[in-house]
T-cell receptor, first 116, second 111 residues
Framework: GAVVSQHPSRVICKSGTSVKIECRSL??????MFWYRQFPKQSLMLMAT?????????EQGVEKDKFLINHASLTLSTLTVTSAHPEDSSFYIC????????????FGEGSWLTVV | GQNIDQPTEMTATEGAIVQINCTYQ??????LFWYQQHAGEAPTFLSY????GLEEKGRFSSFLSRSKGYSYLLLKELQMKDSASYLC????????????FGGGTRVLVKP
């Protein structure tokens, strides 16, 4: 079964609004989670590293004020896309490292965001 | 930074074997992962190598040579459902254990 759960799986929002995506580690604690974005037919691109209890680390070119990351607990990280624009429409995926299995990295189911 | 290369596409016949190669350059190697990704879905974990050698899991095997910066994923007894993208990803301890992906290899299995 899934070890990392992501919600919602699909969301449509209007331009200018904000949308929150949740990533939960199931039955294990994840001090670090990662957020990726994937455009059609392209590979996953790391957006940011989410650290429990501290600020996220963003990759170059990713606007931290636009993509707000909150890792408030050891099992939950959230990504909020603020003031969304159509070009933010993409597949957003989170991942978490499971220590019990040699730090194997598992992915959530992904969230399709469409901004209209 | 990291450089991860894998072929863009491969085609194979049902029942056959396909080997997907991946080469990488990284300063703080801390494991190599293979994932399968069907169109429109999130990647699913296939294998993890951190030491040299072969890891076998049913029809899928993965090999790693750290000195050569090389890995391959071997898919045996191909089935139609194996048609997917296969992603090679390297974790770099020198970069906060981030996972960096290759471009992915689209495998098409034909009857």
């Amino acid at each position: 079964g899934a070890v990392v759960s992501q919600h919602p799986s699909r969301v449509i929002c209007k331009s200018g609004t904000s949308v929150k995506i949740e990533c939960r580690s199931l039955d294990f604690q994840a001090t670090t989670m990662f957020w990726y974005r994937q455009f059609p037919k392209q590979s996953l691109m790391l957006m940011a590293t989410s650290n429990e209890g501290s600020k996220a680390t963003y990759e170059q070119g990713v606007e931290k004020d636009k993509f707000l990351i909150n890792h408030a607990s050891l099992t939950l990280s959230t990504l909020t896309v603020t003031s969304a624009h159509p070009e933010d429409s993409s597949f957003y995926i989170c991942s978490a490292s499971r220590a019990q299995q040699g730090n194997t990295i598992y992915f959530g189911e992904g969230s399709w965001l469409t901004v209209v | 930074g990291q450089n991860i290369d894998q072929p863009t596409e491969m085609t194979a016949t049902e029942g056959a074997i396909v080997q997907i190669n991946c080469t990488y350059q990284t300063s703080g190697f801390n494991g190599l992962f293979w994932y399968q990704q069907h169109a429109g879905e999130a990647p699913t974990f296939l294998s993890y190598n951190v030491l040299d050698g072969l890891e076998e899991k049913g029809r899928f095997s993965s090999f790693l040579s750290r000195s050569k910066g090389y890995s391959y994923l071997l898919l045996k007894e191909l089935q139609m459902k194996d048609s997917a993208s296969y992603l090679c990803a390297v974790r770099d301890a020198a970069a906060g254990n981030k996972l960096t992906f290759g471009g992915g290899t689209r495998v098409l299995v034909k009857p």
